[in-house]
Structure formats: structure tokens, C-alpha cells
């Protein structure tokens, strides 16, 4: 049975949809005013992850990951850029997809922009005022009133009263109450804009995931997710506007993924330790990338250094060289191994426990080539079960020879040496052997001789 810690409980509980046989998940995508740091690619590869799981487990799943392409620091850039906001949203919207690609994470089912979803965000405004839980301030801004909502702090833990006591009034605020938030602002010469009952302006940013959400999946759904960063304010008044405008329950299950750090230091701009996807994708392939993610459980910390990237290159290699040279098309799942799989994914998505798994499947692989029905069938349930993560997708010898090459050896050079070195094996000059072997080692390639007198090769890093 699938068990999933829920933020809002902080317990892990036993998932139960609200229809049999099928899910609504929503998750907080980015916000496309430049391109995807680690932290995104974090949350891609995550729910891409539990996505795939809720799919091999037979769930009819509607994904839904929504793009925020207006709010204050999309029309910033967009003006130091000189350009129009939407051209800077579509370029980063793009680029956002590229990663994702990369990444192997399956596009989410339903994409929603929120400059597409104006009449749902003004319709759930306009209930929510109806409902006295928002007014017009005095600047035309529309505000939520924190106060008039019942429970508000629940999913974060945060006290209504300890919160007020660490705010200051604000001088001549146009706010009722300092913890009120904006739900349409109204808008600035120069800015763009939509035409409301209140003026013309534009959304504020929790009340697009508020709208976006309920009109994918309806005013109650199973699960909603994103980074650990967003708890509060972000989720926690998601909260409050969509149950103070429909009066029901608005999310059965809260999923959050811990925070990225990169070499133990809080990963920011200001630090100068910021990484974006791309700059990444540099140094190393997509599917390493996609590995060391996964080496860690969603919901703790990822501490991201060049050390740990490579200790993800050389698993990978380990488990792609235990697949080199097997035929596993036509295998049969090890029921032992899926076994122990799933109980791993199902406990929390425990994806570092489903990896030890994989390895325990390479380890039994390399010590059963004598039996070629076994390594057939550890081969297939190797693959099926990678695939699951999203990995061991490539034929063994295109990883392990595709590295990174530039200026180095061709393939053709590899394979000219490699006979060369065959030859003078042959012919017993072992000093020669050994100077191709230490020649290709220079380059980054590994050789391997098999029994038979047959010799593979990999690239390191």
C-alpha cells in the first residue's frame, strides 16, 4: 500500500484517492523570468518521478503544473530587457522545456499559463469578496482578509497571533491588517494589464495557482506539491482563497521537496553559488544529472557539489556495465526484485531504498553469466524498473562511450588503437599493450578485457 507524508498532517499516511483508480495532482511550476536553477530541475525530476509511479501502480493520473508568466519580476526583466513580456515569458517557457527534456521528465498533462486563466482568477476574487473574506483597500488594491479565515497557519505551523505580533503596521497601508495579501493589483503606467470589476490590473501570485488548480482538477483534489520554500505564504494561502471561495476542502494531500544546497551553503545569487540547468548540462549528461537527484529522498535536503555529481557518474556507470552486452528484450520481471522495489516507492517514494534495489539486481546480474535465462530476466526487470525513475533508458554501450569527447579521441581512433593493441597482444609485445592501454587511459578511456580476449571500452567522466 502506497503510504505518502503529508505536510498539513506531518504524518505519513496510507493514499486513498478521492475516485477509485484515479488521481489530481497540482504541482507549482516556475516562474519564467530567466532559466531553470537546480531547485527547478529538483521539483521536475521529483513529481516527474511520482507521476511515473502513480502510472506503473495503474492510476488513471491527471498531472497538472502550472506556468506563472506575469507578476513583478517577469515585467522587471521584461523592462531592463526593452522587450515585451510575453516575448520574455515564451523564450523562457521554451527553455524551460528544453530542460525538462533533457531531464527525461514527461511534459505534466495539463499545462496552464495564469495569463490564460483571467476570467477563473477574477470569478474566484469576485467570490471571495461575496463571502467577506476580501475588500477593495484603499489604493484599488484587492486584499484577502488573513483573519476572517479559520485555521489559517495549519499547513506551516505558523500562529495568526505570532504572526500579527512579528508585523508592522504599516504607515498609510492600504491593508486592513498587515498579514492580508493582494489578490489583484492594480496597475502601474507602463505595466500590462486586464480589465476587472476593480479597475484594470493584474492577478496576484497566489491567486493564479488558487484558479489554475480548481478549474484543472475541481474544488477538491488529492494532492498538491512543490518546493519545501513555498509552504508559507504561497500554499498556505492557496489555502485559505480556495476554501473561502468554494466552501469545501481544497487539498486532501500536501507534498513538499526539501531544499537544494550547493557544497552545505544555502544555494543563492548573492553567494555566487547558483546554478542554472544549463550551466549543469556543461559538465554533465542529463541522465547523471537526473541519478543524483534521485540518490536523495525528495524530502530531504540535496546537497549538490561536483564530488557528489561524480559519485552519481560512476553508480550509473556500475549499472549500465552490468546491462553491457545482455539481450533483455524479451525477459520476465524477477518478482522478488519488484517486490522489493515497490516497497521502497511505497513508502513515501523512498527513491534512494528503490536505487539499493537496482544495485542489488546489478550485483546478481554480474554473478549469474553462466545462466543466460537468469541474466536475460535480471537484465529485463533492471531496465523495467529504471525506467520507472526514469533512468537505464540507453543502450548500455551508448552511455558508457558517449561521454564528453571534445578534443579527445573519435570512436574510430578508440576501436584503431584498441586492434592495435589486440596485435600486439598477439604477438606477445606486452610493453606495446600496455603503452595503448596507458594512451587511451590519458584520455579518459577505460578498457575492459572480457574471457575470450574480447575488450570494451567506456569513457570516464
Same mark, same amino acid.
Given at each position: 500500500?502506497?503510504?505518502?507524508?503529508?505536510? !498539513?498532517?506531518?504524518?505519513?499516511?496510507?493514499?486513498?484517492?478521492?475516485?477509485?483508480?484515479?488521481?489530481?495532482?497540482?504541482?507549482?511550476?516556475?516562474?519564467?523570468?530567466?532559466?531553470?536553477?537546480?531547485?527547478?530541475?529538483?521539483?521536475?525530476?521529483?513529481?516527474?518521478?511520482?507521476?511515473?509511479?502513480?502510472?506503473?501502480? +495503474?492510476?488513471?493520473?491527471?498531472?497538472?503544473?502550472?506556468?506563472? @508568466?506575469?507578476? @513583478?519580476?517577469?515585467?522587471?526583466?521584461?523592462?531592463?530587457?526593452?522587450?515585451?513580456? &510575453?516575448? !520574455?515569458?515564451?523564450?523562457?517557457?521554451?527553455?524551460?522545456?528544453?530542460?525538462?527534456?533533457?531531464?527525461?521528465?514527461?511534459?505534466? @498533462?495539463?499545462?496552464?499559463?495564469?495569463?490564460?486563466?483571467?476570467?477563473?482568477?477574477?470569478?474566484?476574487?469576485?467570490?471571495?469578496?461575496?463571502?467577506?473574506?476580501?475588500?477593495?483597500?484603499?489604493?484599488?488594491?484587492?486584499?484577502? &482578509?488573513?483573519?476572517?479565515?479559520?485555521?489559517?497557519?495549519?499547513?506551516?505551523?505558523?500562529?495568526?497571533?505570532?504572526?500579527?505580533?512579528?508585523?508592522?503596521?504599516?504607515?498609510?497601508?492600504?491593508?486592513?491588517?498587515?498579514?492580508?495579501?493582494?489578490?489583484?493589483?492594480?496597475?502601474?503606467?507602463? =505595466?500590462?494589464? *486586464?480589465?476587472?470589476? *476593480?479597475?484594470?490590473?493584474?492577478?496576484?501570485?497566489?491567486?493564479?495557482?488558487?484558479?489554475?488548480?480548481?478549474?484543472?482538477?475541481?474544488?477538491?483534489?488529492?494532492?498538491?506539491?512543490?518546493?519545501? @520554500? !513555498?509552504?508559507?505564504?504561497?500554499?498556505?494561502?492557496?489555502?485559505?482563497?480556495?476554501?473561502?471561495?468554494?466552501?469545501? %476542502?481544497?487539498?486532501?494531500?500536501?507534498?513538499?521537496? /526539501?531544499?537544494?544546497?550547493?557544497?552545505?551553503?544555502?544555494?543563492?545569487?548573492?553567494? +555566487?553559488?547558483?546554478?542554472?540547468?544549463?550551466?549543469?548540462?556543461?559538465?554533465?549528461?542529463?541522465?547523471?544529472?537526473?541519478?543524483?537527484?534521485?540518490?536523495?529522498?525528495?524530502?530531504?535536503?540535496?546537497?549538490?557539489?561536483?564530488?557528489? $555529481?561524480?559519485?552519481?557518474?560512476?553508480? $550509473?556507470?556500475? $549499472?549500465?556495465?552490468? $546491462?553491457?552486452?545482455?539481450?533483455?528484450?524479451?525477459?520476465?520481471?524477477?518478482?522478488?526484485?519488484?517486490?522489493?522495489?515497490?516497497?521502497?516507492?511505497?513508502?513515501?517514494?523512498?527513491?534512494?531504498?528503490?536505487?539499493?534495489? !537496482?544495485?542489488?539486481?546489478?550485483?546478481?546480474?554480474?554473478?549469474?553469466?553462466?545462466?543466460? =535465462?537468469?541474466?536475460?530476466?535480471?537484465?529485463?526487470?533492471? %531496465?523495467?524498473?529504471?525506467?520507472?525513475?526514469?533512468?537505464?533508458?540507453?543502450?548500455?554501450?551508448?552511455?558508457?562511450?558517449? /561521454?564528453?569527447?571534445?578534443? /579527445?579521441?573519435? =570512436?574510430?581512433?578508440? %576501436?584503431?588503437?584498441?586492434?592495435?593493441?589486440?596485435?600486439?597482444?598477439?604477438?606477445?609485445?606486452? &610493453?606495446?599493450?600496455?603503452?595503448?592501454?596507458?594512451?587511451?587511459?590519458?584520455?579518459?578511456?577505460?578498457?575492459?578485457?572480457?574471457?575470450?580476449?574480447?575488450?570494451?571500452?567506456?569513457?570516464?567522466?
Amino acid at each position: 500500500m502506497l503510504k505518502i507524508y503529508n505536510t !498539513l498532517t506531518r504524518s505519513k499516511e496510507t493514499f486513498t484517492p478521492r475516485v477509485p483508480g484515479k488521481v489530481g495532482m497540482y504541482v507549482c511550476g516556475m516562474t519564467v523570468y530567466d532559466y531553470c536553477h537546480i531547485g527547478h530541475a529538483r521539483v521536475m525530476v521529483v513529481f516527474d518521478t511520482v507521476a511515473r509511479y502513480f502510472r506503473y501502480l +495503474g492510476y488513471d493520473l491527471t498531472y497538472v503544473r502550472n506556468v506563472t @508568466d506575469i507578476d @513583478d519580476k517577469i515585467i522587471q526583466r521584461a523592462n531592463e530587457n526593452g522587450e515585451d513580456f &510575453s516575448r !520574455l515569458t515564451e523564450r523562457f517557457i521554451d527553455a524551460m522545456h528544453e530542460d525538462e527534456r533533457a531531464l527525461s521528465v514527461l511534459p505534466p @498533462d495539463i499545462e496552464p499559463k495564469a495569463t490564460q486563466s483571467m476570467d477563473s482568477i477574477i470569478a474566484m476574487i469576485e467570490k471571495l469578496i461575496a463571502n467577506d473574506l476580501a475588500y477593495v483597500g484603499s489604493n484599488g488594491d484587492v486584499f484577502y &482578509s488573513v483573519a476572517k479565515f479559520d485555521n489559517y497557519g495549519r499547513l506551516s505551523g505558523k500562529n495568526i497571533a505570532e504572526l500579527q505580533a512579528g508585523e508592522r503596521v504599516e504607515v498609510d497601508s492600504a491593508k486592513r491588517d498587515p498579514l492580508d495579501f493582494a489578490l489583484w493589483k492594480m496597475a502601474k503606467p507602463g =505595466e500590462p494589464y *486586464w480589465e476587472s470589476p *476593480w479597475g484594470n490590473g493584474r492577478p496576484g501570485w497566489h491567486i493564479e495557482c488558487s484558479a489554475m488548480s480548481t478549474c484543472c482538477l475541481g474544488n477538491h483534489f488529492d494532492i498538491h506539491g512543490g518546493g519545501m @520554500d !513555498l509552504q508559507f505564504p504561497h500554499h498556505e494561502n492557496e489555502i485559505a482563497q480556495s476554501e473561502g471561495a468554494t466552501g469545501e %476542502k481544497f487539498v486532501n494531500l500536501w507534498m513538499h521537496n /526539501g531544499f537544494v544546497r550547493v557544497n552545505e551553503e544555502k544555494m543563492s545569487k548573492s553567494l +555566487g553559488n547558483f546554478f542554472t540547468v544549463r550551466e549543469v548540462l556543461k559538465q554533465y549528461r542529463p541522465e547523471i544529472i537526473r541519478f543524483f537527484i534521485l540518490t536523495s529522498h525528495y524530502r530531504s535536503p540535496l546537497n549538490y557539489s561536483d564530488e557528489h $555529481l561524480d559519485e552519481a557518474n560512476a553508480a $550509473l556507470t556500475r $549499472l549500465y556495465t552490468a $546491462l553491457r552486452g545482455i539481450e533483455s528484450a524479451d525477459g520476465k520481471i524477477d518478482k522478488a526484485y519488484k517486490a522489493d522495489f515497490e516497497q521502497a516507492m511505497n513508502d513515501d517514494f523512498n527513491t534512494p531504498e528503490a536505487i539499493a534495489v !537496482l544495485f542489488d539486481l546489478a550485483r546478481e546480474l554480474n554473478k549469474s553469466k553462466d545462466d543466460p =535465462e537468469r541474466v536475460r530476466n535480471l537484465a529485463f526487470t533492471l %531496465k523495467s524498473l529504471g525506467s520507472i525513475l526514469g533512468i537505464l533508458q540507453e543502450a548500455p554501450d551508448t552511455f558508457l562511450q558517449g /561521454g564528453s569527447h571534445e578534443a /579527445g579521441l573519435t =570512436e574510430d581512433e578508440i %576501436k584503431s588503437l584498441i586492434e592495435e593493441r589486440a596485435t600486439a597482444k598477439q604477438n606477445k609485445d606486452w &610493453s606495446q599493450a600496455d603503452q595503448i592501454r596507458d594512451q587511451l587511459k590519458a584520455q579518459g578511456i577505460v578498457l575492459e578485457d572480457a574471457p575470450g580476449g574480447k575488450t570494451t571500452w567506456r569513457r570516464e567522466s
